[in-house]
């Protein structure tokens, strides 16, 4: 089955930029998405298409992709920003499918 | 407001039923495609299965085909997740989701019901 593979943890300090990683075979044609999830709350999407920022996620969300990785950026990471990220995108049609997730912490 | 709004979690036993069903409000619900995703205790993400605007296509996780069954009823701005022959590792909390248009991700997604499957 489709994997996507994402790293356990990264941490960083308040202020400094933050980047998760995701890697799967079928990133080169199918997009990359990426969740925010606080802890006990229900998902948040941040990015869509690889790179698009939905309304009123802040700018220094940013994403981006080549080959068969696909990488979360903020710039600046604030306490806020704290919690997991999952990336997700399509394996072979239809299934649909998340990355482990990665605890980012900031402090 | 967008929202979307669970019920129908609970606790039951190992081989029994339960379903879930999830209101839309806010959006012209038979506009777009419903999902849901689960997440079992300290786990990640999962999704479990995806109903077309009309209801007319339907996708399952393999793990779930044959025994749960997604449905929606656009007059009452619903969707539903009949479970049948639950199992143990079928506990988890239970999202539902709206796809983004022409998409196959999901941008909105209600708070989520827990299911737990326990003798």
């Known amino acids: 089955s489709y994997e996507l593979t994402q790293p356990p943890s990264v941490s960083v300090s308040p202020g400094q930029t933050a980047r998760i990683t995701c890697s799967g075979d079928?990133?080169?044609?199918?997009?990359a998405y990426w969740y925010h999830q606080k802890s006990g709350q229900a998902p948040v999407l941040v990015i869509y298409?690889?790179?698009k920022r939905p309304s009123g996620i802040p700018e220094r969300f940013s994403g981006s992709s080549s080959g068969t990785m696909a990488t979360l950026t903020i710039s600046g990471a604030q306490v806020e920003d704290e919690g997991d990220y999952y990336c997700?995108?399509?394996?072979?049609?239809?299934?649909?499918?998340f990355g482990r997730g990665t605890r980012l912490t900031v402090l | 407001e967008v929202q979307l709004v669970e019920s129908g979690g609970g606790l039951v036993q190992p081989g029994e039923s339960l379903r879930l069903s999830c209101v839309g409000s806010?959006?012209?619900?038979?506009?777009?495609?419903m999902s849901w995703v689960r997440q079992a205790p300290g786990k990640g993400l999962e999704w479990v299965a995806t109903i077309k605007r009309d209801g007319g296509e339907k996708i399952y996780v393999d793990s779930v085909k044959g025994r749960f069954t997604i449905t929606r009823d656009n007059a009452k701005n619903s969707v539903f997740l009949q479970m049948n022959s639950l199992r143990a590792e079928d506990t988890a909390v239970y999202y539902c989701?709206?796809?983004?248009?022409?998409?196959?991700?999901?941008?909105?997604w209600g708070q989520g019901t827990m299911v737990t499957v326990s003798s």
């Open positions: 079928a990133l080169p044609k199918k997009y």
């Open positions: 298409e690889d790179n």
């Open positions: 989701a709206r796809d983004l248009v022409d998409d196959d991700a999901f941008d909105i």
């Open positions: 806010g959006f012209i619900f038979s506009s777009y495609w």
């Open positions: 997700y995108s399509i394996g072979s049609i239809p299934n649909r499918v």
